[in-house]
């Protein structure tokens, strides 16, 4: 397969404001591919070689990349920044030089020989590495045409800003190979449960959707986590749980998903990045405190060892290090608190009800100084789930989880649903929670800010529908520094129109790729003529907007785009607000 089809898919999909448009140009790329390449694509079409969870990354910089388009071009490496700056893409700059240098290969690229050489650049590491990729980088673009030339640099520096989501690809995996959108259902719960979209892909087009459907759980590849729903008021908790609930401390931490056989571990994070590395003690922890052969969750948090209190999680960002140290280690004590288990000795748990999971926990993990269960208790009043939330914040907890009981009480894998209800208050405002929102666009400012931006378009996620929709305008609780930050951030991001996965009314005076997730806090949740979240769902010709927004300081790096808040969610929030009111 010649890798020009690639190039030309990007170059559409970049054009397009269309979500539809974009879901056919990936069918049409599907279809067009051979069976044996089908994993490859699917990876290469997101600009990647192999699933998040491997943490298989090129780590090729821009510098590196500018070097290998002056080998190739044979001009001074000044004169491509130049055009970077003039342009303000790489990617573009490559193109352009390529044209005006009037570069035509002779001989094609084809996709095994691009995705086996970005594989082998992925790969290469430790002493002389550098050299070796970008030998091997140059090795591909000297061969590539203008427009492959452009999105091979813009591959290989992990900016080709698509904003291609899982969702997409699924439905175009559905309706290239099953004839129906209708069939996603089976696509997305073998998704849900290997995380690796090119391995489902594989098998959807050797064995079809019967060997989908016979995908299982494997240790080494994570599962896509069960995500809570939001409540504020103790008696909807308990009535939508059915007027019992297993309530669980709610611990502000890190959530690792852990696989373990002997002394193999794989430690993966919200975001199902690989993160082994960074728990070395957390692994001797387990070592003797769980089984030899499992899956399972839990939230870890920084203690003062000598109480066993739990520290703020700001203590615990700093074991966010690419090389954890002992004194990382001394620093800042971890502990682990597992709240549930979805496998054991070769036994899938998931659709076990949830007092089953727990019961295996209870028999299976011994407990130790630093390997805990999450405390819980069987609630079924008000009383005693205020006084049990009141007794986790004071143990430096963020609130409750609270959890069916009910027979059908399933790990939900990627679902975000009613059968875990979170509550953790905030008193501040009349909101039950913090909006984790996505930022799609941004105003300029004024003053001091002029010529920068001021204030950013902030958007939910809404998985119905599979697009972005806004909330609102956040210009305060930023520090210089945020700006600052913010700016490094999404520059790279930054796109010539709304992306099609956008829904806004308001025209931002830039536009980003959904990418970058912000905790936003704000008075309360209000009609809106102008924001697209409920739009026409409370009422006709209005959307729910936040009034008087503020960032909290906290960028949730451990979400993606596709972890915000959703619009059901905020849908349920207000009209919480509203009975909180009366
Ligand atoms: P948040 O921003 O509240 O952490 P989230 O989107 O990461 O939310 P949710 O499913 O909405 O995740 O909330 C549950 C989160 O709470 C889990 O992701 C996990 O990290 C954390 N957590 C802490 N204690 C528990 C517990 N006992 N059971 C389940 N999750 C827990």
């Keep these: 397969m010649e890798y020009s089809k690639l190039a030309e898919f990007y170059k559409k999909i970049e054009e397009t404001t269309s979500r539809i448009e974009m879901t056919n140009a990936l069918v049409e790329l599907f279809k067009s591919t051979p069976k044996e390449l089908i994993d490859e694509v699917v990876y290469l079409s997101i600009g990647k070689i192999a699933p998040e969870y491997t943490g298989l990354d090129y780590n090729f910089s821009s510098k590196s990349a500018i070097k290998a388009l002056s080998v190739v071009l044979g001009i001074d490496e000044h004169e491509i ?56 980088f140059v090795s591909l673009i000297s061969k590539a045409s203008p427009l492959e030339v452009k999105y091979l640099l813009r591959t290989i520096i992990e900016r080709l800003r698509l904003g291609i989501g899982d969702n997409t690809i699924m439905d175009a995996l559905a309706i290239a190979f099953t004839g129906s959108k209708e069939n996603r259902t089976y696509i997305e719960r073998a998704y849900n449960l290997t995380s690796d979209l090119g391995y489902v892909a594989k098998i959807l087009v050797e064995e079809g959707l019967e060997g989908v459907k016979k995908i299982k759980i494997q240790i080494g590849r994570p599962i896509r986590p069960m995500l809570a729903e939001r ?39 919200r975001r199902l990045e ?61 502990a682990g608190f597992i709240f549930d288990i979805m496998y054991l000795n070769g036994q899938d748990l998931t659709l076990k009800p949830y007092p089953e999971r727990r019961k295996t926990l209870e028999k299976e993990i011994k407990i130790t100084d630093r390997i805990n269960l999450a405390t819980r208790k069987i609630v079924d009043n008000t009383n005693d789930l205020e ?60 003053g001091q800010r002029a010529g920068y931006f001021g204030s950013l378009l902030m958007a939910c996620y809404d998985p119905e529908t599979d697009q972005f929709k806004t909330v609102c305008k956040v210009g305060s609780g930023f520090t210089e520094d945020d700006f600052k930050k913010l700016d490094e ?73 596709e972890d915000a808040t959703t619009e059901a969610e905020i849908i349920e929030m207000y009209k919480n607000q509203i009975q909180i009111k009366i």
Excluded at 89 to 103: F, M, R, S, T
Excluded at 389 to 402: K, R, Y
Aim: include cysteine; charge should be positive; glycine fraction near 8%.
């Design 489 to 561: 951030l999404l520059k790279p991001h930054q796109i010539e129109h709304k992306h099609p996965r956008v829904n806004a009314i308001l025209s931002a005076d830039i536009w980003y790729e959904p990418y970058l997730v912000l905790e936003i806090t704000g008075a309360e949740l209000t009609l809106s003529p102008v924001h697209t979240c409920a739009w026409d769902k409370i009422k006709l010709n209005r959307g729910l907007g936040l009034r008087f927004p503020r960032f909290t300081g906290r960028y949730r790096f451990d979400k993606k785009p």
């Design 274 to 334: 690989n993160i082994t590395h960074q728990f070395p003690d957390l692994i001797e922890f387990m070592k003797e405190a769980i089984p030899e052969e499992c899956i399972l969750e839990l939230e870890c948090v920084v203690i003062d060892p000598s109480s066993g209190a739990i520290q703020p999680f700001q203590m615990l960002m700093n074991r966010r290090v690419k090389y954890v140290t002992r004194f990382h280690i001394m620093m800042y004590p971890v």
């Design 81 to 136: 920044e130049k055009k970077v700056i003039e342009t303000g893409d790489l990617g573009e700059a490559g193109y352009q030089l390529y044209q005006e240098k009037g570069i035509q290969p002779k001989e094609k690229l084809t996709v095994e020989e691009v995705y086996n050489t970005l594989r082998k650049i992925a790969e290469t590491t430790g002493y002389g590495s550098t050299k070796k990729k970008l030998e091997l």
């Design 387 to 446: 006084a049990f939330f009141h007794e986790a914040i004071e143990n430096g907890c963020e609130g409750l989880v609270c959890k069916s009981l009910a027979k059908d009480s399933i790990y939900q894998a990627g679902k975000r649903g009613f059968l875990w209800i979170k509550y953790k208050r905030d008193y501040t405002s009349h909101l039950a929670d913090t909006l984790d929102l996505v930022v799609v666009g941004a105003f300029y400012g004024q």
């Design 231 to 269: 409540l504020s008021i103790p008696e909807f908790i308990l009535k939508k749980l059915g007027g019992k609930a297993g309530a669980e401390y709610k611990y502000d931490g890190e959530r690792i998903q852990v696989h373990r056989k002997g002394d193999e571990f794989h430690l993966f994070s």
